[in-house]
């Protein structure tokens, strides 16, 4: 894998930008919407993609130090979620393709193995 920055992928797959910054490099993906197993294995600069909108999500993107999440199937954050996003300044991103296309298409950049 390679790294690339958040804006690369704003821009090339139209991602719409929740709150936080897109300047920040990322180098893994990560897929999945069970909080433990991606307190596990998210990894400092992941691409985290989830359905999951609720305030633990911000929490476990914060701790594990993710770049961004990114919200597949035009999901909203919850309120909630949302003020804690920017109080944390957790970069989350938003999208209508599927989790699936979303991991097809970072793979056409190089980003998943």
């Known amino acids: 894998m390679h790294k690339m920055k958040l804006s690369e992928i704003v821009d090339?797959?139209?991602l719409s930008v929740v709150t936080g910054g897109i300047?920040?490099?990322?180098?893994?993906?990560?897929?999945g919407d069970f909080l433990s197993r991606a307190m596990s294995r998210?990894?400092?600069?992941?691409?985290?993609?989830?359905?999951?909108?609720n305030v633990n999500v911000i929490a476990v993107a914060s701790l594990t130090?993710?770049?961004?999440?990114?919200?597949?199937?035009?999901v909203s954050l919850m309120p909630d979620a949302l003020a804690a996003a920017r109080e944390k300044d957790v970069t989350v991103l938003s999208s209508g393709l599927s989790v699936y296309e979303l991991c097809v298409a970072l793979g056409r950049y190089g980003t998943v193995s």
């Open 65 to 74: 130090d993710a770049a961004a999440i990114l919200l597949a199937e035009n």
């Open 12 to 14: 090339s797959l139209s």
């Open 42 to 53: 998210v990894e400092a600069d992941d691409l985290w993609i989830t359905i999951m909108n």
């Open 23 to 31: 300047d920040r490099d990322f180098e893994g993906v990560y897929a």
